[in-house]
């Protein structure tokens, strides 16, 4: 296998996860992920350092996201939650067993694009603070900020749904 | 007495890893005072360590994408015989220079055949008569080379629509792909691209299994043929015709047309 199709594939998983943070949608994501891949395997110049090429692939796809938003005519930047203050404490008071892959992932899609893509960089693509900013092109501190707006939005959504992970355990012990 | 009480953003950066050590400190002895920080605390580490969990599930690799990496067979030979060469009468250097070369070469192809695969996703857009003459100008004015659009009418498949795209993030290569189609749902894909050459002159081909395709190059042009589900023998012939075509810049001799013609006519329909 070539150098640059074993290379990529090591972040396959966290792309996809990312894109399908960003679409939605499991076949749009795999297409995202299949454009992103066909064109990092193509790149003429490929960063040598393994943060910097982690950095180049999620910005590849995400432009690739961006691209297809704007072809639909949608303006992502123009969506913005409301940052949630109003009732923080109750927010942070949820059950944390409320905090599960379902109802994260609702959570996530009724995030603005803004709000789901800086989570997904810094927790599924593991970016950290400063290489967020960067592929971003925002200072660090604007990072801080949105990430922990994004964060309460995503709790308020999260405490807000009427959804409770199934108790299988407490199933099992009346049994 | 610690009066200090972190912002939302310090909360964050703290799970995050991000705090300098000082910070990471106070932020950990206000924390250690205050039982709903520490509540805080905590719902944002689960917040997290759920959302790093979503993609844990998911394996992917290159097969599953259809961008499997592709198993050459002239190339092989060719490039062992080359590197041995090359190192005979230049040493490493040059050696190093065919490496690079073949590495174009994967990317290349890996990325006509990721289109191909794009395409059949697609619902078929037939293009005819003037639309398609007029699109075909504007797409092959964009490849900024003169290259001759082969007729796959012997194989029963038609033009149908140009795609023109840059196929490599530098957007250096412009790129067009070709889309034939047939009656019976067949589509082969011709992907053309004029930039910097890397692939061989004669023709080759790539196959994994699921998607085979041909690839050589002609002048500055490099070419890639790619069909899915295709009788062998049809597509063989239709690839060979194909490549002379581009080469010749004219259409085959009419014994070629003729024996792909039959080579149609008996195959198989194409498989989804």
New interface residues.
């Given amino acids: ?5 074993r290379r ?2 090591t972040y ?7 894109a ?2 960003l679409s939605g949608a499991p076949h749009d994501a ?2 995202l ?3 992103c ?9 490929v960063p040598e350092d393994e943060s910097a090429y982690r950095a180049w692939l999620f910005r ?1 796809l995400r432009n690739i996201f961006l691209d297809g938003i704007r072809k639909l005519q949608h303006e992502p930047t123009s969506i913005e939650d409301a940052d949630g203050s109003e009732d923080v404490a109750s927010i ?1 008071d ?1 059950e ?1 067993e409320l ?3 379902l109802t ?2 609702m959570g ?1 899609q009724k995030l603005s694009t803004r709000h789901r893509d800086i ?2 960089l ?3 693509a ?1 970016l ?2 400063s290489e967020a900013a960067a592929l971003l092109g925002v200072p660090e501190g604007t990072v ?2 949105r ?2 707006r994004a ?2 939005v ?2 308020g959504h999260i405490s807000a749904e009427n959804v409770h992970p199934f108790p299988l355990a407490k199933m099992k012990k009346s049994q | 007495m610690n009066d200090y009480t972190p912002s939302e953003e310090d909360l964050n950066a703290y799970v995050d890893g991000e705090l300098s050590p000082h910070n990471r400190a106070r932020v950990a002895q206000a924390v250690a005072a205050d039982p709903k920080l520490a509540d805080r605390i905590a719902t944002l580490a689960r917040l997290k360590s759920v959302v790093m969990g979503l993609s844990e599930n998911q394996s992917m690799t290159l097969d599953d994408l259809g961008i499997a990496t592709p198993r050459y067979s002239r190339p092989t030979t060719r490039i062992a015989a080359s590197i041995l060469a090359v190192v005979l009468i230049a040493g490493v250097v040059a050696a190093g220079f065919w490496n690079w070369r073949a590495a174009e070469s994967d990317a290349w192809v890996a990325t006509a055949k990721s289109r191909h695969l794009a395409w059949l996703t697609e619902s078929g857009e037939q293009n005819t008569g003037d639309k398609l003459t007029s699109m075909l100008r504007v797409t092959m004015k964009r490849l900024e080379v003169p290259v001759h659009i082969p007729d796959m009418r012997s194989a029963k498949l038609t033009l149908s629509d140009a795609v023109y795209f840059q196929h490599d993030e530098s957007e250096k290569y412009n790129a067009v792909q070709l889309r034939y189609t047939g009656r019976r749902g067949c589509r082969v894909s011709l992907t053309l691209s004029h930039g910097e050459a890397a692939l061989d002159t004669s023709l080759s081909e790539v196959d994994d299994g699921h998607s085979r395709g041909f690839y050589w190059r002609n002048g500055e042009v490099n070419y890639a043929l790619f069909a899915t589900g295709m009788d062998t023998t049809r597509f063989t012939l239709l690839a060979r015709n194909v490549y002379l075509a581009t080469r010749e810049k004219r259409e085959p001799p009419e014994p070629k047309q003729r024996e792909l013609r039959v080579a149609t006519d008996t195959a198989t329909p194409c498989r989804a």
Avoid at chain 1, 1 to 5: D, I, L, R, T
Avoid at chain 1, 37 to 45: E, L, P, S, V, Y
């Fill in positions: 296998m070539p150098k640059a199709s990529i594939e396959l998983d966290r792309l996809y996860g990312y399908l943070s795999k297409d992920v299949q454009e891949a066909a064109r990092a395997i193509a790149a003429r110049k590849i942070w949820c944390r905090i599960s892959g994260v992932r996530l989570i997904s810094v927790d599924i593991g950290s603070y801080m900020s990430l922990s964060r309460r995503l709790m």
